[in-house]
């Protein structure tokens, strides 16, 4: 069968033509999945000149359909000549990224990523400086501040893909201008990939390009009139000081710091203190200590608990960066004070956080620093405070510090110190405090030696499983059952 004007060699085009024409879906489709065999018959410079010309100026059908094709075009750079000829395959692919199914969309986004391994080096930076940058700076300033969003979002992506000469001279002055956004939101998106920008900079000029372009831009940020702009680049901003080095930091950084740690907006002065460690790393945190306290202290305070819980579980770190005399003196009040908060999940994450102090500064200034305050609280007035101290005495996180960590003295105070301020609680007037007497026995248990368990443990668990209060009941019968004291 030929052609229309009678050449054979116009065949494959033609039934093509006719194939994809037809109303019948899977005809179309069946006629897609065969263009690999169509390529063969046509040769290496008619696919390029007269098949992917045709499907590029005839895509139109339904998703499946595209689907297929989009699939068909991500193995075909030999079909076409080889990666010599694969940019051939960038306007058919490209138009199908930008069809409305997402599934076709992704498809032809996962065949571009693929040919575009077929590309030499030079090729691909010339695809890019092309066909790709033209529509990178027009989006980079489109009317649309969504759009403007997604390019500051995926910055760092970008940056990657086009490469470092590419970077140099085209994404630093778009970096910039989306620093400068009139939109809070797209200024957000891009102070929050101003520590991975920079990071990816090329490293013979990388000081040089953030201390002219970036930080001038950085510096406003960190006055902007947004507090969602402020809160983002306090969550990166500190990882500067790993790029720039020491006298960079101490110069230009370290006044920034000290100006979010004073910042308003409490999101903003937690970011800067949860990332503390890399600030560390470059010039101690002794630096930031006169700012640091009173952040602390303002944010120990605030009225949101979620923000008072959040400084709570950085604790441990804080106190690991800034020494155990420097915590002793300014923080352990803070800690101490934490564990009568009016909210129950603030308690419990203060308990939590003595353990996992008592686990990095040891047994022995537990025992002179924690141990005495917590069981002062036995005698507290407000029965929630009485309990703390059973929380503190029992808590899981504290019996894995004991057993695992600190070893035997431990079974000492808390054979000495800690279980007579229990076994006392068990008279409490208040029936939770007594079951939880019930419960804290059960846990600390394993720590006691098997005298300590029949002299003083067992009598006290069997006069509260008597209680006339059921919950009483049931915890002193459990630790019974559990410790084997029946």
Same mark, same amino acid.
């Given at each position: 069968?030929?052609?229309?004007?009678?050449?054979?060699?116009?065949?494959?085009?033609?039934?093509?033509?006719?194939?994809?024409?037809?109303?019948?879906?899977?005809?179309?489709?069946?006629?897609?999945?065969?263009?690999?065999?169509?390529?063969?018959?046509?040769?290496?410079?008619?696919?390029?000149?007269?098949?992917?010309?045709?499907?590029?100026?005839?895509?139109?059908?339904?998703?499946?359909?595209?689907?297929?094709?989009?699939?068909?075009?991500?193995?075909?750079?030999?079909?076409?000549?080889?990666?010599?000829?694969?940019?051939?395959?960038?306007?058919?692919?490209?138009?199908?990224?930008?069809?409305?199914?997402?599934?076709?969309?992704?498809?032809?986004?996962?065949?571009?990523?693929?040919?575009?391994?077929?590309?030499?080096?030079?090729?691909?930076?010339?695809?890019?400086?092309?066909?790709?940058?033209?529509?990178?700076?027009?989006?980079?300033?489109?009317?649309?501040?969504?759009?403007?969003?997604?390019?500051?979002?995926?910055?760092?992506?970008?940056?990657?893909?086009?490469?470092?000469?590419?970077?140099?001279?085209?994404?630093?002055?778009?970096?910039?201008?989306?620093?400068?956004?009139?939109?809070?939101?797209?200024?957000?998106?891009?102070?929050?990939?101003?520590?991975?920008?920079?990071?990816?900079?090329?490293?013979?000029?990388?000081?040089?390009?953030?201390?002219?372009?970036?930080?001038?831009?950085?510096?406003?940020?960190?006055?902007?009139?947004?507090?969602?702009?402020?809160?983002?680049?306090?969550?990166?901003?500190?990882?500067?000081?790993?790029?720039?080095?020491?006298?960079?930091?101490?110069?230009? /950084? @370290? &006044?920034?710091?000290?100006?979010?740690?004073? *910042?308003?907006?409490?999101? #903003? +002065? =937690?970011? !800067? %203190?949860?990332?503390?460690?890399?600030?560390?790393?470059?010039?101690?945190?002794?630096?930031?200590?006169?700012? /640091? @306290? &009173?952040?602390?202290?303002?944010?120990?305070? *605030?009225?949101?608990?979620? #923000? +008072? =819980?959040? !400084? %709570?579980?950085?604790?441990?770190?804080?106190?690991?960066?800034?020494?155990?005399?420097?915590?002793?003196?300014? /923080?352990?009040?803070?800690?101490?004070?934490?564990?009568? *908060?009016?909210?129950?999940?603030? +308690?419990?994450?203060?308990?939590?956080?003595?353990?996992?102090?008592?686990?990095?500064?040891?047994?022995?200034?537990?025992?002179?620093?924690?141990?005495?305050?917590?069981?002062?609280?036995?005698? *507290?007035?407000?029965?929630?405070? +009485?309990?703390?101290?059973?929380?503190?005495?029992?808590?899981?996180?504290?019996?894995?510090?004991?057993?695992?960590?600190?070893?035997?003295?431990?079974?000492?105070?808390?054979?000495?110190?800690?279980?007579?301020?229990?076994?006392?609680?068990?008279?409490?007037?208040?029936?939770?405090?007594?079951?939880?007497?019930?419960?804290?026995?059960?846990?600390?248990?394993?720590?006691?030696?098997?005298?300590?368990?029949?002299?003083?443990?067992?009598?006290?668990?069997?006069?509260?499983?008597?209680?006339?209060?059921?919950?009483?009941?049931?915890?002193?019968?459990?630790?019974?059952?559990?410790?084997?004291?029946?």
């Amino acid at each position: 069968m030929a052609g229309a004007d009678g050449d054979d060699s116009l065949y494959p085009i033609a039934v093509l033509i006719d194939e994809l024409r037809n109303e019948d879906v899977q005809l179309r489709l069946n006629s897609i999945k065969k263009l690999s065999t169509i390529a063969l018959a046509l040769g290496v410079e008619r696919t390029r000149t007269e098949l992917l010309p045709f499907l590029t100026d005839t895509i139109y059908d339904e998703d499946e359909v595209l689907l297929a094709l989009a699939e068909q075009l991500g193995n075909f750079t030999m079909l076409v000549g080889g990666p010599e000829y694969v940019h051939c395959l960038l306007p058919p692919l490209e138009s199908l990224a930008t069809v409305e199914e997402t599934v076709v969309r992704d498809k032809a986004v996962e065949s571009l990523r693929k040919i575009s391994q077929e590309h030499s080096p030079v090729d691909l930076e010339e695809d890019l400086e092309t066909l790709v940058m033209p529509t990178l700076r027009q989006a980079a300033e489109d009317k649309s501040w969504r759009v403007r969003y997604m390019v500051a979002d995926k910055f760092s992506e970008l940056q990657k893909a086009v490469g470092p000469e590419i970077t140099k001279n085209d994404l630093v002055p778009a970096f910039q201008n989306l620093l400068k956004d009139c939109e809070a939101e797209v200024r957000a998106a891009a102070a929050n990939k101003v520590k991975e920008f920079c990071e990816n900079l090329p490293e013979d000029n990388r000081e040089q390009i953030i201390m002219t372009h970036i930080l001038p831009c950085v510096k406003e940020l960190v006055s902007d009139t947004n507090q969602h702009v402020k809160s983002a680049l306090a969550s990166v901003i500190m990882g500067l000081s790993t790029i720039l080095g020491k006298d960079n930091t101490i110069e230009h /950084l @370290l &006044p920034l710091f000290l100006a979010q740690l004073k *910042d308003e907006c409490p999101e #903003v +002065r =937690l970011n !800067i %203190i949860s990332n503390l460690d890399c600030v560390n790393e470059v010039i101690g945190i002794r630096q930031l200590s006169q700012s /640091l @306290l &009173p952040a602390i202290v303002e944010l120990a305070e *605030d009225a949101k608990w979620r #923000v +008072r =819980l959040a !400084i %709570i579980e950085y604790m441990p770190l804080l106190a690991g960066q800034l020494g155990v005399e420097f915590f002793d003196e300014k /923080l352990n009040t803070l800690c101490m004070a934490w564990l009568i *908060d009016h909210v129950y999940a603030i +308690r419990e994450a203060a308990t939590c956080n003595l353990m996992k102090l008592v686990e990095k500064f040891g047994a022995e200034w537990a025992q002179n620093t924690i141990v005495p305050k917590v069981l002062g609280m036995a005698n *507290d007035p407000n029965y929630l405070h +009485r309990m703390t101290t059973l929380f503190s005495c029992s808590h899981v996180y504290f019996l894995r510090v004991v057993v695992h960590c600190c070893g035997y003295p431990y079974r000492e105070i808390t054979t000495k110190q800690m279980l007579p301020v229990v076994l006392k609680m068990s008279n409490d007037q208040v029936a939770n405090v007594r079951f939880n007497v019930a419960k804290s026995l059960q846990k600390i248990g394993p720590v006691l030696d098997s005298n300590a368990l029949q002299t003083e443990v067992k009598p006290v668990l069997e006069k509260l499983a008597s209680d006339t209060d059921m919950d009483v009941k049931y915890f002193a019968q459990e630790a019974i059952s559990v410790l084997a004291l029946a």
